[in-house]
């Protein structure tokens, strides 16, 4: 158990990390995906199946739309860097 | 409904009237007789000048837990009468020649306002003076500084504007400084009432009395201009309107000493004050009144020396005599206080006559520049008169009444082993004498210029008042009894033992003064030398006034002879620049500090970042709470703790 | 080795930092705008944590459980309630944001927050009348920024 | 009584039935919006004159029949009433009458005045929590649909700074919740002197006070006020200044009394309030901009509210809800004043001889905002510094200092403004106002000359407000015991319990049919 | 210097933070309000999902808030987003709408096929909420995903408006009007209903909650409209670069 709860908070507070760092911004975004996807599973551990679900659909999948909308918008839609 | 309501709501109702009324031309004539009838109801309260009971008002408001009174006593009624005489004046005097002038040269807007200002003032002094807790002196003391600052503020000049922020700044610092004293005094002694205040006092440390004083002085100490808060005095007054000037150069400043009056001598009580050491010097705290007081006859006479234009003259003298007076209160004996006291009597009635003979040169010529006066003895002679009667009682020399008040300060100087203090005096009224020379020379005295040759003397209707004041001013000299009995009610009812007087002066066992003979001698003395002069000698000529010399040369009637510029340049030189606008830069500091300040502040609220704020005040928050609790020594431990746990 | 829950409240903790400091440091706002999500997360994490039970199950009632409610243990339901809202507030403020960020970059033409600011200073200062006040950062874009806004006013005509 | 739900619940279904009906007829849309304010304030003129015990007895109203602490409730005193009246009031005063904008604009003043009055009369923590998020959000795009691209610009650092804020909220909620397991007010309340009365308790205080003060204009967090203020309309300058700053101080305030009894979070408090006043007075000083420096002062004057609630004890309660009504009375009626008067105060210059009476309304506003007696202002002023100084302690004497320094500095720079206005010269302005946009945006894009003039109805209330200051001059001893009974009940913590939860009762089964 | 403050702001933070975490209890917290709903919520509210249960009835009103809260972001976005500097046909901002390539067949196809199966999940999280886990978020955010997956698709297409406004309003006036109903029989607002035809089966089954799944059907129906509504107007932004600055004048006419 405490291995997996490790390793899931290690690659979220990495993901969180590499939101802030990660030159393009397209990765950025879907860093910030993946740090609600590693958040959803630790609510999924703490037995809070509810918010699971809602934080994978929210935060992974419609707010990660939302803002790569918003990217292609802002003109900053550029697969190479 | 006592005399006082009746009082009161006349004037109210008055002040109303002569807004709603103020564009009509009946209401110069209307308001004197508002005066008239106001005077009239003030005397009949006149038992209180003559140690009669305080006269309590019928209206009282219960708010907060407190109950605001009004009231007259002696000191309130002598006040009061100086107030309305002088607005009296005042009226009378705008009411004529000045006024058609103003009107003309503004319009009747403006003259209505002088006249709504008028009323305004004597309506808010009269509920101030009649005030019977502290909270009503509050209040009656920022509706008499709102008062003055629309009288201030009715001149349109840029320097009168200037001048009337510059004081509404002060006086809004001094009422800060007074409603500090009134929490503090309302939560050390329970209430606000005097009597009950005057009770608690006697439980207070001193400490805590001297704190009281600190604050009640510098908000009291403000209104009179006294050093170092005299800045703003001089150049608010002296930019007042004419009529304006009047009224209030001669009593608004000294509704200061009133409260102070009341508040640090009736209620604290000087013993108290005279009890607390400051430390590090050998001064009590009523000498160190008692000082300031002497510093403030000294500075600002002084620097009225330098002045250039009569306003400004008489306006610093203003300021200047208010320190007699508070040296006077803080002597604290029976004589020193009734010369204190009774130096506002003296001084309102010269001073509004200065100002009134001032107001008509300027009427007469356009003008009070020194420079650009003189010789206007022989154009207006009753006006030169009635100058030279007020300057005689500005200088303190007999028979005018201004002899008989600075002869108590003095004497009760002496009399309480203050030589220091009396040396201090004596250069004050040396200032002002040299200070008064310079100014009835430059006006009247010289030779006349070219402009100013058709000049006639002043209009009846400024005259009468002039003269009315003038024939006070020598009246008062040679009976000083009829104000002194007014004076020892005043002292009763503050608590000290009045001045033991008759009509003609002063009785004292070590020599007292009486007037009457005083006046006599030196007739008799002007009798003997005019007999001697004319009969004996005669040998006199009367010579023009152009009839002048100057190095050798006889000057021609085309050039004016006329001595004004850098009247004292030797006394100035003695006197040394290096303590010049010593205060002037002070204030510029702290405006400049308050400035670099807001700068700073301002660039805190740019900030760039809006959550930088946010974290900033969370972790200081933090930070506060957590050492606050006690635990910060145990932070590092609670973290180590937590990891181990 | 820590215990687990250093590491869930590391984990929680560490998220709103990154988040923060993310806020704090970055010029960006859209970038600005994901540290802000984070950090959101974050306390959504800690709040979740405040309603674990060491031997807790999810909080719904399964079928063969109604038997003997009373036996199991559950998490409290509260914390998670509240989580899902502000999940959901969360979004709502995103979204806002996003709308102005687009309008922001659609106007003034930059996602640097100091330009904003310059820009918006500068706007205010114009708005009232006050003189223009000295940027320190880059006066030659404010100058031309408003020369451009003064120049397409005439074009409009 | 429990259709004082209504006045949360109405205004949210007229928001979300305004854009449906708009779509057949746009004025039966408005007109519901506006019948919906109409009818707020019926409701609570209707409880108030029925059950005249309110002004003796709280209520607490239970919603979706779930007894508190289990469900959530909402609590009505006196002072929670008075809010909830004055929020449909300010709301319909200050109603975007005469812009052309879409339903949804109107949409939006809805979901303002739900959550407002919601806020004000939650009696659960996260549920002052949601509404303060909807109140957020809420302004957040009022401000941003102003028209003006620097009003985006400034409405995104206020999300920025809201959100921030708010996730700190939550942060202490979630710290509260840790150590009490409830969140309903009065249990938590009950809870507190056993469970809060520690250093976590404090923090979360903290926290609570950093996210709500961002609302409520407290010192560090209200760097939005300027740029907020300086690019939105007068009307809503004029409301979230007036009525949203002044409901988060209420709120923070009643958390404070049930939640918080340590003496760190009052000096915490009055801390950040001094250094509210001194610095928006500071900087008001500075100012050359007629709006920003009201915004200013209206930082200085939350500063005092903060301060004075920061007094422990009935004299700081008094004194906070004394300065708090009257700020809410006169900043409004100032932004009212500010319509016509937009842009550079050199511009002022000579306004008193074209409006005298607008000036003079100016005047009488801004002498009770300094606290000139006997006007209102005056009193609030006077319980402030006589609470201060009953109270021994550094903050409390360096409030004592403070407060007169910058009533003076206030002093100083509104009456430069009063002194402009009665200049004579008008001829040379200092700066040009060629880019001022009015309210009124009457913009002639030719040559971007401005008309500039004062609403009839942003006088009509500056002017209601002078007579009502007037009016409580003349009437003080009544308004002085109204505002001793508002402060007592306010003040007690034991009240707020007993009236939650009338007997310690067992939660009871709701009976299903 | 704002990154050195910052830094030490958030370092600061961050063991302040550290420090307070260590004191809170970690899986023994007090649960009052917790173990009440727990004990409670079965037989009071009929629902075996006790989420669902805080969500609906004891915290009704929070819910409804949070809907207002996305409805005003809604709005909040369709009104900035509305402005003409903003839309495709403003003279700043050049013909970038078609910038975006149709998506290839199969995707369409597949997203065709796809939609109607995500919107029957959606709608079966929904009405199975206060059974199992999920509810009227996570089925709303579906039907959004289900309902906005067409037009990602197929770039340029346009969205009727009026549909999703319809809705929103409609489902977020459901929702009050279920509160109102309660009230309407002298019951507190939002107290949940249960009558003959509402709630009368077992716990665990469909039919047991009360009006409870009907609240949950307005929230589902809020949260899809609403998210639908806010990916549409997004997506009907155009695309934004450095050389399409619009200087549109600011007064905002519509």
């Not at chain 2, 009946?26 to 007789?33: E, G, L, M, N």
């Not at chain 5, 005003?72 to 403003?90: E, K």
Request: hydrophobic share 55%; glycine share 10%.
């Amino acid at each position: 158990m405490i291995w997996i709860v490790s390793i899931v908070v290690l690659v979220m507070l990495a993901s969180a990390i590499a939101v802030l760092v990660l030159p393009n911004m397209i990765a950025a975004v879907a860093a910030a995906s993946v740090v609600s996807l590693a958040l959803a599973v630790l609510f999924a551990l703490m037995k809070a199946p509810d918010v699971a679900m809602t934080e994978a659909a929210i935060g992974a999948g419609l707010s990660a739309l939302l803002l790569a909308m918003g990217l292609k918008r802002l003109g900053l839609w550029q697969l190479e860097d | 409904m006592s005399v006082l309501d009746d009082l009161l709501l006349f004037t109210a109702l008055a002040s109303v009237a002569i807004i709603v009324l103020r564009r009509f031309a009946f209401i110069s004539k209307f308001s004197v007789v508002v005066y008239v009838l106001a005077t009239v109801l003030l005397i009949k309260m006149s038992a209180l000048g003559y140690g009669g009971e305080a006269v309590y008002s019928s209206f009282t408001v219960n708010v907060l837990g407190q109950v605001l009174q009004w009231r007259f006593d002696a000191l309130s009624w002598f006040f009061a009468l100086i107030t309305l005489v002088v607005a009296l004046f005042t009226a009378l005097f705008m009411s004529g020649a000045w006024g058609d002038k103003y009107r003309k040269e503004h319009s009747k807007e403006a003259y209505g306002l002088l006249q709504v200002a008028l009323i305004l003032n004597v309506l808010s002094m009269l509920v101030l003076l009649a005030s019977g807790d502290l909270l009503s002196l509050f209040i009656g003391w920022e509706l008499v500084s709102w008062a003055s600052f629309m009288m201030m503020a009715l001149n349109p000049d840029k320097v009168a504007r200037k001048a009337a922020i510059k004081y509404i700044v002060y006086a809004m610092a001094g009422a800060m400084a007074i409603l500090m004293a009134i929490a503090m005094t309302y939560n050390m002694t329970g209430s606000l009432d005097y009597v009950q205040v005057m009770q608690g006092m006697a439980q207070l440390n001193n400490s805590q009395i001297a704190v009281l004083v600190s604050l009640y002085a510098i908000g009291f100490g403000i209104k009179m201009g006294v050093i170092p808060f005299h800045l703003w005095q001089a150049t608010a007054y002296a930019e007042t309107p004419g009529a304006g000037a009047v009224f209030m150069g001669a009593i608004s400043a000294r509704m200061g000493l009133y409260a102070l009056i009341l508040v640090i001598v009736q209620i604290i009580g000087l013993t108290r004050v005279a009890a607390i050491e400051i430390p590090y010097t050998f001064l009590d705290m009523q000498n160190a009144l008692a000082w300031v007081g002497a510093l403030t006859t000294i500075i600002p006479t002084y620097i009225a020396l330098k002045q250039n234009d009569a306003r400004y003259l008489l306006a610093w003298h203003g300021v200047g005599q208010g320190g007699y007076m508070l040296l006077g209160v803080m002597i604290a004996d029976s004589i020193g206080t009734a010369g204190g006291i009774m130096h506002v009597f003296n001084y309102a009635t010269y001073q509004a006559a200065l100002f009134m003979t001032v107001t008509a040169v300027i009427y007469r010529t356009g003008t009070s520049n020194f420079s650009k006066l003189g010789g206007l003895v022989t154009q207006m002679p009753l006006t030169f008169m009635v100058m030279v009667v007020s300057i005689i009682g500005l200088a303190g020399i007999p028979p005018m009444n201004g002899f008989v008040s600075k002869w108590l300060i003095y004497r009760a100087l002496l009399l309480d082993g203050q030589p220091l203090l009396f040396v201090a005096a004596v250069i004050g009224t040396l200032g002002t004498i040299l200070s008064v020379y310079k100014l009835v020379h430059n006006t009247f005295l010289g030779q006349l210029r070219l402009e100013h040759q058709d000049v006639r003397e002043a209009p009846l209707s400024m005259l009468i008042p002039m003269l009315g004041l003038a024939i006070i001013i020598f009246a008062t000299g040679v009976m000083p009894g009829v104000v002194l009995d007014w004076v020892a009610a005043a002292q009763i009812a503050i608590g000290i033992a009045p001045v033991e007087h008759n009509l003609g002066g002063i009785e004292l066992v070590q020599g007292g003064l009486n007037m009457i003979w005083v006046t006599g001698v030196m007739f008799y003395g002007f009798a003997v030398g005019a007999i001697i002069f004319y009969f004996l000698g005669g040998k006199s000529k009367h010579i023009h006034q152009y009839d002048n010399y100057a190095g050798g040369h006889f000057l021609t009637s085309k050039v004016r002879y006329h001595y004004s510029n850098h009247f004292y340049a030797g006394l100035m030189h003695l006197i040394g620049g290096w303590y010049r606008n010593i205060f002037i830069k002070l204030e510029y500091a702290l405006v400049s500090l308050v400035s670099f300040m807001s700068q700073l502040s301002e660039n805190f609220y740019r900030s760039s970042q809006p959550a930088m704020l946010v974290a900033a005040i969370v972790m200081l928050a933090l930070w506060y709470i957590m050492s606050a609790d006690g635990s910060a020594p145990v932070l590092v431990q609670g973290l180590q703790g937590g990891m181990s746990k | 080795m820590p215990a687990i829950e250093v590491v869930l409240y590391s984990g929680a903790i560490g998220l709103s930092i990154i988040g923060l400091t993310g806020l704090l440091l970055l010029n960006n706002v859209f970038r600005m705008l994901l540290a802000l999500v984070i950090l959101e997360s974050g306390v959504n994490l800690l709040l979740i944590l405040s309603g674990f039970r060491l031997a807790g199950v999810a909080p719904v009632i399964l079928p063969e459980q109604l038997s003997n409610l009373s036996a199991i243990v559950m998490n409290d339901p509260v914390p998670q309630a509240l989580v899902l809202t502000a999940i959901v507030i969360g979004v709502g403020v995103q979204a806002l944001g996003l709308a102005m960020i687009l309008r922001i970059k659609a106007q003034y033409g930059t996602l640097n927050m100091l330009k904003i600011r310059e820009q918006l200073e500068f706007d205010l200062a114009v708005q009232s009348g006050v003189a223009t006040p000295v940027s320190a950062h880059s006066p030659v874009s404010l100058a031309s920024g408003r020369e451009r806004q003064l120049s397409n006013h005439k074009d409009e005509q | 009584m429990d259709n004082i739900v209504l006045l949360v619940v109405l205004p949210l279904l007229a928001a979300f039935l305004m854009p449906v009906v708009a779509r057949s007829s746009e004025v039966v849309a408005r007109t519901l919006g506006l019948s919906v304010l109409f009818i707020s304030i019926g409701i609570i003129l209707n409880v108030w004159s029925q059950s005249g015990q309110i002004d003796s007895q709280a209520v607490s109203i239970v919603i979706g029949g779930f007894l508190p602490p289990l469900g959530i409730n909402f609590y009505v005193d006196q002072i929670s009433l008075f809010f909830a009246l004055a929020v449909p009031v300010m709301v319909l005063l200050f109603w975007p009458w005469h812009r052309a904008t879409s339903i949804r604009e109107y949409s939006l003043m809805m979901l303002l005045t739900a959550s407002a009055s919601g806020l004000i009369l939650s009696g659960d923590l996260f549920n002052i929590y949601v509404f303060y998020e909807l109140l957020g959000i809420a302004s957040y795009s009022l401000v941003a649909i102003q028209g003006r691209v620097s009003a985006v610009a400034a409405s995104f650092r206020y999300l920025l700074m809201g959100s921030v804020g708010s996730v700190m909220m939550l942060l202490g909620i979630a710290i509260i919740y840790t150590q009490t397991g409830t969140l309903n007010l009065a249990h938590l309340s009950l809870l507190a002197p056993e469970k809060l009365n520690n250093m976590l308790g404090l923090a979360s205080f903290a926290l609570i006070l950093t996210g709500m003060g961002v609302k409520a204009e407290l010192f560090p967090v209200n760097s939005w006020v300027p740029e907020v203020y300086g690019s939105v309309s007068s009307n809503l300058a004029a409301l979230m200044a007036g009525l949203l700053s002044k409901l988060a101080v209420i709120v923070i305030v009643r958390l404070l009394i049930l939640l918080f009894p340590q003496p760190e979070a009052l000096q915490l408090m009055g801390m950040l309030g001094i250094l509210g006043v001194l610095t928006g007075e500071l900087v008001a000083w500075r100012s050359r901009d007629f709006v920003r420096m009201l915004s200013f002062s209206s930082i200085g004057q939350l500063g005092l509210i903060f301060l004075a609630f920061s007094i422990p004890g009935e004299m700081g309660m008094m004194a906070g809800i004394a300065i708090a009504l009257h700020h809410m009375l006169v900043k409004p009626a100032l932004f009212m004043l500010a319509t016509g008067w937009r842009g550079a105060v050199e511009n002022l210059s000579g306004v008193a001889r074209r409006s005298p009476f607008v000036v003079l309304l100016f005047i009488v506003l801004i002498l009770s905002l300094l606290g000139i007696p006997p006007l209102p202002g005056f009193w609030a002023k006077y319980l402030l510094m006589v609470g201060l100084s009953s109270q021994d302690g550094f903050i409390y004497t360096l409030g004592m200092i403070i407060v007169p320094l910058a009533m003076v500095i206030e002093m100083a720079y509104l009456f430069k403004i009063v002194m402009i206005m009665y200049r004579k010269d008008n001829d040379e302005p200092a700066v040009n106002n060629s880019n001022i946009v009015d309210d009124s945006n009457i913009v002639d894009d030719s040559n971007i000359k401005v008309v500039q003039k004062h609403s009839k109805w942003g006088l009509a209330i500056a002017a209601s407000v002078a007579a009502m200051l007037i009016a409580i001059v003349l009437q003080l001893q009544p308004a002085s015991d109204k505002l001793l009974s508002l402060a007592n009940q306010l003040s007690d913590r034991n009240y707020y319990i007993s009236t939650v939860f009338p007997q310690i009762h067992t939660v009871r089964m709701q009976s299903i049919k | 210097m704002r990154n050195i403050a910052g830094l030490l702001f958030a370092g600061g933070l961050a063991f302040l933070l550290l420090v307070l975490a260590s004191y809170l209890p970690y899986g023994q917290t007090p649960m009052f309000l917790g173990d009440a709903i727990l004990a409670h919520a079965p037989g009071e509210v009929h629902t075996a999902n006790i989420v669902a249960a805080v969500l609906l009835a004891y915290r009704g009103i929070d819910t409804l808030g949070e809907l207002s809260i996305l409805f005003t972001a809604a709005a909040g976005v369709g009104l900035i987003l509305g402005h003409r500097s903003l839309r495709s046909d403003s003279a700043g901002v050049n013909g970038a709408v078609n910038s975006e390539q149709h998506s290839g067949f199969i995707t369409t196809r597949a997203v065709d096929l796809i939609m109607p199966l995500l919107m029957v999940v959606g709608f079966y999280i929904i009405f199975y909420g206060h059974v199992t886990p999920g509810g009227g978020f996570q089925g709303g955010v579906i039907l959004a995903t289900a309902f906005f997956l067409p037009v990602l698709v197929r770039p340029g297409t346009r969205i009727e408006h009026g549909v999703i406004t319809l809705l929103e309003g409609l489902a977020g006036s459901g929702f009050i009007l279920v509160g109102l109903w309660a009230m309407f029989y002298d019951q507190p607002f939002l107290q949940p209903i249960f009558d003959s035809f509402l709630g009368t089966g077992p716990l665990g089954s469909l039919w047991s909650a009360g009006s409870l799944p009907l609240l949950y059907l307005a929230v589902g129906l809020k949260v899809g409209s609403e998210l639908a509504g806010l990916l549409v107007t997004v997506s009907e932004v155009p695309e934004l670069s450095e050389t399409n600055i619009s200087d549109a004048d600011d007064i905002n006419r519509k």
